[in-house]
């Protein structure tokens, strides 16, 4: 209900016609028309007082959080799912290739003496058995041979079908070679027998040195048994001071003499090289009794054989190519041979053994060596103790000889010169009919390994997920794929410019000849068939100016 006011300063009565007439509500303020806006007015009030109170509990928990957090490190993004999951890949050896077979399928595998194998291969069981950690190194294979060591140390054969029946049933064939290669490759080596004295004199004259004190390999201590064959080699001078050791001509001139390291004398320097070449050497002393010697430590260069240098001068054809022929010209040119032989500035060293003469050398994995079973590996790929079936034809009766050549190795030494997954050296054993043998050796092989059964690779190649199917061959020529990189190179020139105008030389347009009918299908083709491009390697954003903000400024009309 509206009451009409009356301006106090008229004193007519009526309202004036000058005179604004002011509408006061007097009713309830609840009133039936202004129930919709306050009910609205209301909940948004009361939503407002809600969330502030919502808000404030979170405000202060986070607070208290952040004190008392701030230290951690922040949580690590949530992982990224591959496509494929992360799984066991089959065994792995480096720079190789390798197919499961049957026993059926490998040449000779009936006919070897297995006897002998087994009993070689529990040698090298030995140092297996009896580690109580994994190897620093440790690779698949070392750890599963250890399941079938265990079982034929505890298991003494004396029938040849059995020591077959053993392999056959711990182990798997895989026919292995390097990776492109169909074949491996095989040398031989064996332990030169040479004479030799305790002391200098005029016949005896050229020093066996021991591991110097002062040669330093990094990883390694003096008091290790033997240094590594690959690496850097070091002369430490100081405390601190590291340089290259000293090379083959270095040391022959005297470069360590006369500081306590000489364990013998030999007579002339072919025979400490060819002591070296091998690896150990049984020195017979001028006084009846016997000296082993055995590879400790090499002076950091890389091996260069000289046969090979021979062989390049043209002065020995390579299908003669011998020790012994080696030997001979050696003897018969002295003074070309103290240059031939320090082109090879590798240098070994030695330490004395406690074998009698009955005894063979010991290979590296620390094991007497069996002659015509134990081989010398690349140890960087393979594990000491691993059976290696290798068959070939070989010089065995003569230079020109082709023996058949099958028999089941162990793997039991290694070499600087053994380099790759299907590579060994055959040990014959001690003299000058083991040396002329093993001399003569270099020749081409099928290798087969035995794995243990643990590590089947067909096994493993069931667990590894399936790739997506090739796109029908329709889909593909739809959409080719073309690498930008590639259209990168294969885009057209910039224009030249011309010496004469000076001008850029445009290139005329090309007409397109008149589509008949028979061409029609032909152009749909080309159009449905448009290439598409590959992602970039990068994204190519370019940068995007920001313009100045602009403020708006509101004017507001003030009203009386």
């Not at 064996?190 to 020093?207: A, C, F, L, M, Q």
């Not at 053994?353 to 015509?372: H, I, M, N, R």
């Not at 000491?384 to 030494?413: C, H, N, W």
């Not at 003299?431 to 003569?440: H, I, Q, S």
Request: charged share 25%.
């Amino acid at each position: 209900m509206a009451i009409p006011i009356r301006s106090p300063i008229s004193p007519m009565s009526g309202p004036s016609p000058a005179t604004r007439v002011l509408a006061i509500r007097t009713g309830s303020w609840l009133a039936p028309e202004a129930r919709p806006d306050t009910r609205r007015l209301a909940g948004l009030a009361f939503g407002v007082v809600a969330f502030a109170l919502s808000i404030a509990p979170l405000d202060a928990f986070a607070a208290r959080y952040s004190r008392a957090h701030r230290h951690l490190p922040p949580l690590p993004a949530p992982a990224r799912h591959l496509p494929y999951p992360q799984l066991e890949l089959p065994l792995q050896i480096s720079g190789s290739q390798y197919s499961p077979l049957a026993w059926s399928d490998i040449a000779g595998w009936r006919e070897d003496d297995h006897l002998a194998a087994y009993n070689a291969f529990r040698v090298s069981c030995r140092p297996i058995v009896a580690q109580v950690k994994p190897p620093a190194d440790p690779k698949a294979l070392g750890t599963s041979l250890r399941d079938p060591c265990r079982i034929a140390r505890g298991l003494e054969l004396a029938d040849d079908a059995k020591a077959k029946a053993f392999f056959e049933e711990h182990f798997l064939p895989l026919r292995i070679t390097r990776l492109g290669e169909g074949e491996g490759f095989v040398t031989g080596y064996y332990e030169p027998i040479v004479d030799g004295s305790r002391t200098e004199n005029e016949v005896y004259k050229v020093p066996v040195y021991r591991r110097p004190s002062n040669l330093f390999v990094r990883g390694t201590t003096q008091s290790s048994a033997g240094l590594p064959n690959k690496g850097q080699v070091f002369r430490k001078i100081g405390r601190r001071k590291l340089v290259p050791y000293y090379d083959r001509a270095e040391i022959e001139d005297g470069a360590i003499e006369g500081r306590g390291l000489e364990i013998c004398w030999l007579k002339d320097q072919t025979d400490l090289l060819f002591s070296q070449i091998q690896g150990s050497a049984r020195v017979s002393l001028d006084d009846g009794s016997t000296v082993r010697i055995n590879y400790d430590a090499h002076n950091g260069y890389p091996y260069t054989p000289v046969g090979r240098i021979l062989i390049e001068r043209n002065i020995i054809p390579k299908d003669q190519m011998s020790m012994q022929r080696i030997r001979e010209w050696m003897e018969q040119n002295p003074n070309e041979a103290d240059e031939l032989r320090r082109q090879n500035k590798s240098y070994v060293f030695f330490r004395e053994v406690q074998l009698s003469d009955k005894d063979e050398a010991v290979g590296a994995q620390g094991v007497p060596l069996t002659p015509g079973r134990s081989i010398a590996v690349d140890k960087s790929l393979h594990v000491y103790g691993t059976p290696f079936f290798i068959e070939g034809e070989l010089p065995i009766d003569s230079v020109q000889s082709k023996t058949p050549f099958r028999r089941l190795m162990i793997a039991q030494d290694t070499g600087s010169a053994i380099v790759g997954p299907a590579r060994a050296d055959l040990y014959f054993g001690a003299g000058l009919e083991a040396g002329k043998v093993a001399g003569r050796m270099r020749h081409n092989a099928r290798f087969v390994m035995l794995v243990p059964k643990s590590l089947d690779p067909v096994a493993h190649g069931r667990k590894m997920p399936v790739p997506d199917e090739r796109p029908s061959e329709k889909i593909a020529k739809l959409f080719p794929q073309n690498d930008p990189l590639k259209d990168q190179k294969n885009a057209a020139k910039p224009p030249e410019i011309t010496s004469a105008t000076g001008t850029k030389a445009v290139a005329p347009p090309v007409t397109a000849p008149a589509a008949g009918p028979s061409q029609t299908s032909t152009i749909q083709a080309v159009a449905v068939a448009k290439p598409v491009p590959l992602p970039e390697p990068r994204p190519n954003i370019k940068p995007v100016s920001a313009k100045p903000h602009q403020r708006h400024l509101r004017r507001y009309r003030y009203v009386r």
